[in-house]
């Protein structure tokens, strides 16, 4: 990005000459000393690449491209892919799909928020066609409509995480107050051992995973400020898509920021079944065309 940076690493002793890498508020950063190689979206959209954990299905042989995209609504927490068995003689479209990591691996307390590989693939398919559509033919009403809608979308998330950091919050303070009492009960001996034992990693497990909850909601809520609506770079980025029929990886990467999946309702299948996807899009974040305006 044209920066020189120095002191990646910290001397721990001078003697044996050991160090450790350091931290980044203990970098040395000099801004803007030489030409850039990339532009700091590239920049910031490959760090966020290389920080989700992709791992290669039990019986695959790569990662899915939407893995690190799909979010939990309620624990915040990324939903993992699933597909079905080798063996499998069948294997249909609800076989593959994406589930809560936190519901798979049996932490804490959250519902499965169970979605097809399909239908993400056809929700993502039909918003970026919208999207991009509407910011080519109506640019102007594009960049007037975009920026209410952000500032309405925001304000709407800041108070959902709100709520939802402060029934963390309070579950946490009741966990700390039931270890205690556990701890005391034990030391009192009103309660055996393999009751201590059990119950005290049963509140442990739930309060780690509540923790790593509180973390991100709170992260999210101080980021609501400092987040901004950059529609110039948004225009920019989609000049060089035109008649998209299909997704590609590197459209998924430029155009998606995240994909926020909510618990579905009316059961697993059926026509009665709903579940609400909020898509996330680089730069504009979570912006819908109005009918009105794309019809």
């Not at 169970?114 to 594009?142: G, M």
Request: net charge positive; proline share 2%.
């Amino acid at each position: 990005m044209g920066h020189t940076v120095l002191g990646k690493t910290i001397c721990l002793d001078y003697k044996t000459k050991k160090r450790r890498k350091a931290k980044e508020d203990e970098l040395i950063i000099f801004k803007n000393t030489h030409e850039a190689i990339i532009d700091e979206e590239t920049w910031n959209n490959a760090q966020r690449l290389r920080k989700t954990v992709r791992r290669s299905p039990k019986y695959g042989t790569t990662s899915h491209p939407f893995t690190g995209l799909l979010i939990c609504s309620d624990c915040g927490g990324k939903l993992s892919y699933r597909e079905p068995a080798e063996h499998k003689e069948k294997k249909y479209d609800c076989d593959y799909c994406f589930v809560c990591q936190h519901y798979r691996h049996r932490k804490g307390s959250c519902s499965m928020h169970y979605i097809k590989v399909k239908t993400v693939n056809e929700i993502l398919l039909k918003s970026i066609k919208e999207i991009t559509d509407f910011a080519k033919e109506e640019k102007q009403e594009f960049l007037k409509v975009m920026n209410k809608l952000s500032d309405e979308k925001r304000e709407e998330k800041y108070q959902e995480d709100k709520e939802k950091l402060e029934k963390l919050s309070s579950r946490n303070a009741e966990l700390t107050t039931l270890i205690t009492k556990l701890y005391e009960d034990h030391a009192l001996g009103k309660i055996p051992v393999k009751h201590f034992e059990r119950l005290f990693n049963t509140y442990d497990t739930e309060q780690q995973d509540l923790e790593k909850q509180i973390q991100y909601f709170e992260q999210e809520i101080e980021s609501y400020h400092q987040r901004k609506v950059d529609t110039d770079k948004f225009l920019k980025m989609i000049e060089k898509y035109t008649d998209i029929e299909e997704l590609t990886v590197p459209m998924i990467n430029e155009y998606i920021e995240k994909i926020v999946v909510h618990e579905a309702t009316g059961g697993r299948q059926g026509k009665n079944r709903k579940q609400q996807v909020d898509v996330y899009f680089n730069f504009i974040g979570n912006c819908q065309v109005p009918k009105k305006c794309y019809n």
